[in-house]
Nanobody, 115 residues
Framework: QVQLVESGGGLVQPGGSLTLSCVAS????????MSWYRQAPGKERELVAA????????NYGHSVTGRFTISRDNAKTTVYLQMNSLKPEDTAVYYC????????WGKGTLVTVSS
């Protein structure tokens, strides 16, 4: 079955960087777009970044454009989210997502940006 496992979250100071990883299994990874979403306490889940199967088209949420970079390694069935210049408002649980006939989600990884 489809499984998405995120890692790389943690506590970071404002202005710092983190790289999240999502290892996928149970489907033909190279054929599907992948996305990162996040959900902050008391807020709705929002799109952070999305990348097509070949990586030729990438979209970012307006609040992270210029600071975050999504990438993928189809040989490793892994999608990454490089996060730079982190702000306290980036604090959230970050989820990996794909749609293989239906939406699948990982369990999330917590990112806390605080001094």
């Amino acid at each position: 079955q489809v499984q998405l496992v995120e890692s790389g979250g943690g506590l970071v100071q404002p202005g710092g960087s983190l790289t999240l990883s999502c290892v996928a299994s149970g489907f033909t990874f190279r054929r599907y777009a992948m996305s990162w979403y996040r959900q902050a306490p008391g807020k709705e889940r929002e799109l952070v970044a999305a990348i097509t199967s070949t990586g030729d088209i990438i979209n970012y949420g307006h609040s992270v454009t210029g600071r975050f970079t999504i990438s993928r390694d189809n040989a490793k069935t892994t999608v990454y989210l490089q996060m730079n210049s982190l702000k306290p408002e980036d604090t959230a649980v970050y989820y990996c997502n794909t749609n293989v006939g239906m939406d699948f989600w990982g369990k999330g990884t917590l990112v806390t940006v605080s001094s």
